[in-house]
């Protein structure tokens, strides 16, 4: 699969728009971008997916680029429960999630 | 939503002990469950990879007579610890999905942290 690049930290204030980036350079015509996110002592929680398209869902929304080699993963209003490590994967239909060290977003007051 | 539950949450025993660790799927059939390992500060490690009743795939350095795994159902799979030792002491997590619709995410379970004393 192909490896994703993303930020260590990003700081975000609460209710503000958190803007999650993440490169995936050499990603293929078949593989999706997922993303995940971890709360600490937690197991991952799914956020949401998507192939080329635009997402949305009641978490958040997914803008992928027209040449498909970044996207960003946009929280509309952070809350303090947001803060975790949040993982973008890419990942063929039928592949292994693999994980990387995601971006540690931490919002505050 | 999709709930893939973990039990136990958490477990301390003894060096030389053997440690089961349980996943079920609640509401989907998991036809595939994948086992992971997380130690502290580091990301999420692929372990293992079971396909329901047949042999899990295990990945590199990972030691299949170690770590064993059961498959037997669409709704659980069990991961046991044989012989644990304080350097298994880990954050265990499984993952289930099910592999015959494609459009469908993988789901966690909320891991279970297992101290060997």
């Known amino acids: 699969d192909a490896k994703t690049t993303q930020p260590p930290s990003m700081d975000c204030a609460e209710g503000r728009a958190a803007n999650l980036p993440c490169n995936h350079s050499t990603i293929s015509g078949n593989e999706y971008v997922y993303w995940y996110r971890q709360i600490h002592s937690q197991g991952p929680q799914y956020i949401i997916h998507g192939l080329k398209n635009n997402e949305t869902n009641e978490m958040a929304s997914l803008i992928i680029t027209e040449d498909r080699k970044s996207s960003t993963l946009i929280l509309p209003h952070a809350t303090l429960r947001d803060t975790a490590v949040y993982y973008c994967i890419v990942r063929v239909p039928w592949g292994k999630l693999t994980f990387g060290t995601g971006t540690r977003l931490q919002v505050t007051l | ?117």
């Open chain 2, 1 to 117: 939503g999709a709930v893939v539950s973990q039990h136990p949450s958490w477990v301390i025993c003894k060096s030389g002990t053997s440690v089961k660790i349980e996943c079920r799927s609640l509401d989907f059939q998991a036809t595939t469950m994948f086992w992971y390992r997380q130690f502290p500060k580091q990301s999420l490690m692929l372990m293992a990879t079971s396909n329901e009743g047949s042999k899990a795939t295990y990945e590199q350095g990972v030691e299949k007579d170690k770590f064993l795994i059961n498959h037997a159902s669409l709704t659980l799979s069990t991961l046991t610890v044989t012989s644990a030792h304080p350097e298994d002491s880990s954050f265990y997590i499984c993952s289930a999905r099910d592999m015959t619709d494609s459009n469908q995410p993988q789901h966690f379970g909320d891991g279970t942290r297992l101290s060997i004393l």
